[in-house]
């Protein structure tokens, strides 16, 4: 039997959500978009031979750091939308705004990350044809060709993060009833 789809909130994702009234939602929510699988397996199948802070810190614990940082910040910045405008309403919106904003904070830290080891590279050369080749060569490597890579981590990091938030904390909002019958009857009449 095929079902025929007549309305937005039959499509998949678009049904209206509330946020859940518990708090420990929210921790888990956080949490659980944290820890994103692949991240999370690739550490235990291989672990990073340096877990302290610093230069030579595996890129894994990095992103699972910004991970940390950045589904808690998510949350938040959700709250403030939902509080000015009402949005995003649906899952989808809410995953939407995850992916979104992943993107941008991925592309950020790489650009970032290339101009800090472009000037490195710039710091600590002996001469200004060195420095320059070295910027170059930083620049291309983590620029041009880390960057995409960058971006395609941070936005199914995000994609994982946006559906733990939009299953974990948020509701399926409740059906509103037609008390005094002003609302338009579902059967077109």
Not at 35 to 44: F, G
Not at 127 to 141: V, Y
Request: proline letters at 7%.
């Amino acid at each position: 039997m095929i079902r025929r789809l007549e309305t937005p909130e039959d499509f998949p994702g678009q049904q209206r959500v509330v946020w859940r009234r518990e708090p420990q939602r929210l921790v888990l929510a956080a949490i659980a978009g944290a820890l994103w699988p692949p991240m999370v397996l690739t550490l235990l199948i291989w672990p990073p031979k340096n877990w302290l802070p610093g230069l030579e810190m595996d890129w894994r614990l990095t992103v699972l750091i910004v991970g940390a940082v950045g589904t808690p910040v998510g949350l938040w910045l959700l709250a403030r939308e939902r509080e000015r405008n009402g949005r995003p309403s649906t899952r989808l919106g809410v995953v939407w705004r995850f992916m979104f904003y992943g993107g941008l904070l991925a592309a950020a830290l790489g650009a970032m990350l290339a101009l800090v080891h472009a000037v490195q590279q710039w710091l600590s050369a002996a001469s200004l044809g060195e420095g320059l080749g070295g910027s170059e060569t930083s620049l291309l490597i983590y620029g041009v060709g880390g960057l995409p890579f960058a971006v395609l981590i941070g936005v199914a990091y995000a994609l994982w993060a946006g559906l733990c938030v939009a299953f974990i904390a948020f509701a399926p909002q409740p059906e509103v009833r037609n008390r005094l019958g002003v609302m338009r009857d579902p059967a077109g009449e």
